[in-house]
T-cell receptor, first 113, second 114 residues
Framework: GNSVTQMEGPVTLSEEAFLTINCTYT??????LFWYVQYPGEGLQLLLK?????DKGSNKGFEATYRKETTSFHLEKGSVQVSDSAVYFC????????????FGTGTRLTVIP | DGGITQSPKYLFRKEGQNVTLSCEQN?????MYWYRQDPGQGLRLIYY???????QKGDIAEGYSVSREKKESFPLTVTSAQKNPTAFYLC?????????????FGNGTRLTVT
């Protein structure tokens, strides 16, 4: 079956620190992989995506590379800001054609000045 | 501005009552979805609709019902049969139900049933 495993939070970092949030997946076939971000009191927003092995998704200074050999899609940012404080969800889309997303449990990031 | 509107933001109901959550989108998207979010868990799919007058059960459809009479609207009814209805409910839409079509989410409705 399909599943996503994220590192548990919460994660607390100082401003300008390096961020890594680990994500590994189990899937049949060749899924697409996503990171979504949820700011306080809001719904989720797509942060970045990758649709095939070795693709790198990037947006707003965040990056993640689709690693088929390690079934991973770790999220990284070189220098976090207070405004990056949010919950981050890793997700995969299977190939059923129904755009059904399987989400990880989310990782809460707090960045302190 | 185009987007997805969920209303109300907070909803309170007594146990045994049905309650309907509203979701409207003006993005001209064909596909719409309902997810449930619980603390410490990822989002779980309740129902989705690929096109008007069609909808499919997701992973946790029991105790819920939906309709899709208009492209713009996908209301979710939480029935009294839902054993644990208190949760944060998120509606989403996408251009199509095809893979890789990004989902656009509303800001959610927090339902509390006592």
């Amino acid at each position: 079956g399909n599943s996503v495993t994220q590192m548990e939070g919460p994660v607390t970092l100082s401003e300008e620190a390096f961020l890594t949030i680990n994500c590994t997946y189990t899937a049949t076939g060749y899924p697409s992989l996503f990171w979504y971000v949820q700011y306080p009191g809001e719904g989720l927003q797509l942060l970045l995506k990758a649709t095939k092995a070795d693709d790198k998704g990037s947006n707003k200074g965040f990056e993640a590379t689709y690693r088929k050999e390690t079934t991973s899609f770790h999220l990284e940012k070189g220098s976090v800001q207070v405004s990056d404080s949010a919950v981050y969800f890793c997700a995969l889309s299977d190939q059923t054609g129904a755009n059904n997303l399987f989400f990880g449990t989310g990782t809460r990031l707090t960045v302190i000045p | 501005d185009g987007g997805i509107t969920q209303s109300p933001k907070y909803l309170f109901r007594k146990e045994g009552q049905n309650v309907t959550l509203s979701c409207e989108q003006n993005l001209n998207h064909d596909a719409m979805y309902w997810y449930r979010q619980d603390p410490g868990q990822g989002l779980r799919l309740i129902y989705y609709s690929q096109i008007v007058n069609d909808f499919q059960k997701g992973d946790i459809a029991e105790g819920y019902s939906v309709s899709r009479e208009k492209k713009e609207s996908f209301p979710l009814t939480v029935t009294s049969a839902q054993k644990n209805p208190t949760a944060f409910y998120l509606c989403a839409s996408s251009i199509s139900a095809a893979d890789n079509s990004p989902l656009h989410f509303g800001n959610g409705t927090r339902l509390t049933v006592t």
